[in-house]
């Protein structure tokens, strides 16, 4: 075990050296304690759940002026459209209350009964009203690859996009949190050398392993949001599966690009990591060649250091594998860049808008993020050890990612983004 530097300040919360959860990360999330309660806001410590509306309530957070009631709020948008200073003020006050040396939670057993609830009993809701989600496309690995498998090696990478982040308006109704199924798609094909398309269930269901953030502060309509103020409208960040059909996806995104082949469900993780929480792992982005037109120029070109996996099991009780295992450091469009290029016409943001980066593929196959990537448009096919073999997900087939940052004997992750695929409406289930 790697030796936990003096420095570090703990919780008095039990937190083990692989949990995502330790005091440096105190991610956001909206939860209710019963199914029936309603749902409220909480930061996650160790195995448990801080209830932020019993803190706020006890008046433990009154020097951070919120609004009324900001934390009994069934979802985050009235936190997170606060001025980041505010929303820093108001972290540093619930860090304090979980230190090990603060006697003011951790000796008042009844409002600690009250506040900190086992994680495992608890249940996730999506932690913001996602009013616009938008997919950009900013893995150049990722967007080669699949220029090979629908357009050839000449056309693999459009003229476009190296100037700038490629992106499409995707469905906020679809998006639903960790855990949440996902049923089968139906929809249009061309299968290989047929003339005509035939409609029925997609037989190439996919995950994309993806990030995406969410928007604090909203913008003006006709104001776009210069390069250098483009971190200040960002809250935090959470891991994306944007489920994909790759029958559907070909045949219908010419030339409007994407529409059903990516509608019928996005998933996330129900714990927001804020920005200041990820400071620590920030790192140098790509160098960009050609340099970008001056709007989308950085003076500093940061991203984070986020490890990621991806493991599929394959039906309900099979066997595990990991199948892909990347980095967010290798997108080649950083979140400013494409925040600011979403505004540059005027477009305006919204409080508690997601915006996600695309697959996050590295350049070896052990870090392609889809299965149309890791088994080449079904070519090569997955091997579990155990026997079973996957070129596309069936039924009952789940999809766990996850992701963290390592720390020097710590880590601030993001817990895991999970879903099953079920069969399509009118199926047997
Ligand atoms: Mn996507």
Known sequence: MIPTPQTRVRSFVPVDPESHFPLENLPYGIFSPTPAEPPRAGVRIGDHVLDLSVIEDSGLLASAGLPWAT?????????????????????????????????????????????????????????????????????KEHATNVGIMFRGKDNALMPNWVHLPVGYHGRASSVVVSGTDIVRPS???????????????SKRVDFELEMGFLVSLPSDLGRPVPVAEAMDHIFGLVLVNDWSARDIQPWEYQPLGPFTAKNFGTSISPWVVPLEALEPFACDAPVQEPEPLPYLREPERRTYDINLEVAVTAGDGGETLTVCRSNFKHLYWTMAQQLTHHTVTGCNLGTGDLMASGTISGSDPGSFGSLLEITWRG????????????????????????GWCQGDGYRVGFGEVAGRILPAFGEVR
């Open 71 to 139: 934390f009994s709020q069934p979802v985050l948008n009235r936190f997170m459209e606060l001025p980041a200073d505010q929303r820093r003020f108001a972290r540093v006050l619930i860090q304090g209350l979980l230190r090990e040396d603060e006697p003011t939670l951790r000796d008042d057993p009844v409002l600690r009964a009250r506040a900190l609830l086992p994680a495992a009993s608890v249940t996730m809701r999506v932690p913001a009203a996602i009013r616009d989600y938008t997919d950009f496309y900013s893995s």
């Open 187 to 201: 929809g249009q094909s061309l299968p290989p050398g047929a003339e005509a398309p035939v409609f029925g269930p």
């Open 379 to 402: 070519e090569r096919p997955l091997e579990f050890p155990g026997g079973a073999r996957r070129t596309f997900l069936e039924d009952h087939d789940a999809v766990t990612m996850t």
